[in-house]
């Protein structure tokens, strides 16, 4: 079975978006792979952030994709700051990795842009995730297009060290998932519904409670024409809605068109909110069981246990092959 990797980094709330576009992809993706997943928490760390703690951040997230059902006996599930092995084959590919190719990664040119002091993490992580997918002997990871060039400097990281010191590393593959529905923002349907959005009434988070949920669907935009059709060019709003009602009743788009065809707009935008608020409350009530109990611990302690004995092993056949002492 081949082994495939996914990083997520504990900052900012999931959003309903993550969850139609990311996490229901994922959940229907396991089993077919040897699957790692972990918190990249030493990644959050490139740039500064007074208000993010850790540990609440980390657990929260691991509540959160477990509550939406990505099920531990499928995935190796872990902290990576638990495991010391990716911090130092980071810093050796950091030394198998050159300035330019680090200097013309773009979220480092995004992210330092227009900035006189930026972190020296910031420069040389893409080295870090380079191990933090060689530890493992991954085959394919799933990425967005704005990670894909950090993937292929991984390849050639491992493409240069294999030839240098004789093949240790499995050569990983960056591979774009298939998307689920793509769910845009409430208040401007032209752009996607993120979590760092400005405005955060056209986001819902999956830690929202129902009010504030029915609130931001009973607002979101839409038009004069009353009629609930899906037209993404010329009716954003409605068409937006339509894609998240389909999405969590498994109904096509049709069916929803034909189902509402003689209903104005508050009535279908009170029956997307009930899905959603359904939805979401019921993933809100495994997530605070998960939050208040030891069995997140557990997971993530046998997770941590079973991944820095995979780490170790192939950390030293690295340093065998450099020549470091023993």
């Known amino acids: 079975m081949k082994k495939m990797l996914t990083g997520l980094q504990p900052t900012g709330t999931i959003t309903l978006g993550n969850y139609i576009g990311a996490i229901k992809e994922m959940i229907k993706m396991q089993g077919e792979y040897e699957s790692y997943l972990f ?18 951040a980390t657990r929260s997230l691991v509540a959160l994709y477990l509550a939406c059902g990505i099920d531990p006996e499928k995935n190796t599930i872990f902290v990576q700051s638990q495991n010391e092995y990716h911090a130092n084959l980071g810093w050796i590919l950091e030394c198998t990795s050159y ?21 020296a993490g910031l420069f040389t992580y893409p080295a870090l995730m380079a191990a933090d997918i060689l530890l493992y002997d991954i085959d394919i990871v799933p990425v967005g297009i704005d990670q894909k060039q950090h993937v292929e400097l991984a390849r050639d990281v491992a493409i240069r060290f294999n030839n240098r010191y004789k093949d240790t590393f499995v050569i990983p593959e960056p591979v774009m998932p298939v998307s689920g529905a793509k769910i845009h923002d409430l208040q401007d349907p032209t752009k996607k519904m993120s979590k760092s959005a400005e ?17 931001k669907i009973m607002s979101a935009t839409t038009d004069s024409e009353m009629r609930i059709v899906y037209d993404e060019e010329n009716k954003p709003g409605i068409s937006n809605l339509i894609t998240i009602y389909s ?23 009170k029956d997307v909110a009930d899905v959603v608020v359904n939805t979401i409350t019921d993933i809100q009530n495994k997530y605070n069981e ?27 056949e690295v340093k065998t092959k450099m020549g470091f002492y023993k």
Do not use: C, W
Not at 248 to 268: H, P, Q, R
């Open 39 to 56: 918190v990249a928490d030493l990644h959050a760390i490139t740039v500064y952030n007074e208000e993010l703690n850790l540990n609440d």
């Open 99 to 119: 300035f330019g190719e680090l200097s013309r990664m773009h979220q480092f040119k995004e992210k330092s842009k227009n900035k006189e002091n930026f972190t």
């Open 199 to 215: 405005n955060d009434k056209g986001v819902i988070k999956l830690l929202d409670s129902p009010e504030v949920i029915r609130k």
């Open 247 to 269: 999405s969590l009743t498994n109904m096509t788009i049709k069916e929803v068109e034909e189902k509402y065809a003689t209903s104005n707009y508050g009535t279908f935008k």
């Open 290 to 316: 998960l939050i208040n109990s030891s069995k997140l611990d557990d997971i993530l302690r046998q997770g941590a246990e079973k991944t820095r004995k995979i780490a170790k092993e192939k950390l030293e």
